[in-house]
């Protein structure tokens, strides 16, 4: 990778993405091609971030006037209470992964569940709002989904999870949205028919690096018919993925949410249009 400093002027802003750990993180590496490639004259780098050091780094933002920030893991939740504003996205969902500092107010966004269901619908080409959706898993991630999904006018939405409880606290949180119905799932068996299930989406981490061979959904329950989708991208074909490919199903990584919930944060920056493009094959060169 080129490095050119010699175009940071005293005029150049600051975008930054904070985490703990943090220096695995592609959003500079696509963040930066998004600003070189809109000519843009700002960069975007990496903090790393301690949980004592949250507060003083808000109140850095700020003081230096950065003007906008991704927020990771583990301050997601914890810089809400940081901040002047919260977006409705960040308010359901109960934490924000993009900061908008707008003329010294910050206000926090959450970009991901709007991402990945714009991911899904360019690349698979899904029409959402007729489709039957099962997803997997009920933790902070499949919250996330299950609201933008609900935004999207998705009318027959179906949480399966290990631990039924989790799935209905989900449908009860969200039911102002919309309804959601929750089935058990059971040694990789969600408790609905397959021929009722026309996009199916892993929000769990079952299949993330390294342990790589495992999958969260048994391979015979799959149908040709079906978008299976993951919200996992390392690797970017999981066994999921794999199996599902193998059984002639349209496949769809999580690669397209991380892009999308990055194209929207800078959308929110600086008001261009993200060149998406341009962001995937800086994060797959990265890969
Ligand atoms: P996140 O905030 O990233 O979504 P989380 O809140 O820990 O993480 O949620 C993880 C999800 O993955 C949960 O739905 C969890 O199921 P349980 O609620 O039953 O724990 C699911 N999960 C994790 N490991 C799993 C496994 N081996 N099999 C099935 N589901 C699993």
Redesign the pocket.
């Known amino acids: 990778m080129s490095i050119d400093n010699g175009r940071i002027t005293s005029a150049t802003q600051l975008y930054a993405v904070i985490g703990d750990p943090i220096r695995h993180s592609k959003s500079p590496l696509m963040q930066n091609a998004a600003l070189n490639s809109c000519q843009i004259d700002a960069v975007y780098t990496a903090f790393h971030v301690k949980p004592e050091q949250l507060q003083a780094c808000v109140e850095g933002m700020r003081a230096l006037g950065i003007q906008g920030m991704n927020v990771t893991i583990p301050h997601k939740e914890q810089v809400m209470k940081l901040l002047d504003e919260l977006d409705h996205s960040a308010q359901v969902i109960g934490a924000v992964n993009t900061i908008v500092n707008d003329n010294g107010r910050l206000i926090g966004y959450n970009t991901d569940g709007m991402g990945y269901v714009r991911s899904l619908k360019e690349e698979t080409g899904a029409d959402l709002q007729s489709s039957r959706i099962l997803m997997?898993?009920?933790?902070?991630?499949?919250r996330g989904l299950a609201y933008a999904l609900l935004n999207e006018g998705c009318e027959q939405l179906t949480i399966a999870?290990?631990?039924l409880e989790?799935a209905h606290a989900i449908a009860a949180e969200l039911q102002a949205f919309g309804s959601i119905q929750v089935a058990q799932?059971e040694d990789g068996r969600p408790d609905i028919l397959p021929e009722e299930v026309d996009v199916v989406i892993n929000?769990?981490?079952?299949g993330m690096h390294p342990a790589v061979e495992?999958s969260?959904m048994d391979k015979s329950w799959l149908r040709s018919s079906m978008i299976v989708s993951d919200i996992i991208y390392n690797p970017l074909m999981t066994q999921l993925l794999h199996d599902a490919e193998e059984i002639g199903a349209v496949t769809h990584s999580g690669l397209g949410m991380f892009v999308y919930q990055g194209a929207i944060a800078f959308e929110l920056w600086t008001g261009q249009q993200a060149p998406v493009h341009v962001m995937r094959e800086a994060v797959l060169q990265a890969l």
Do not use: K, M, Q
Request: glycine share 16%.
């Open positions: 997997i898993g009920a933790g902070g991630a499949a999870n290990r631990t989790r799932l929000t769990t981490s079952v495992i969260p």
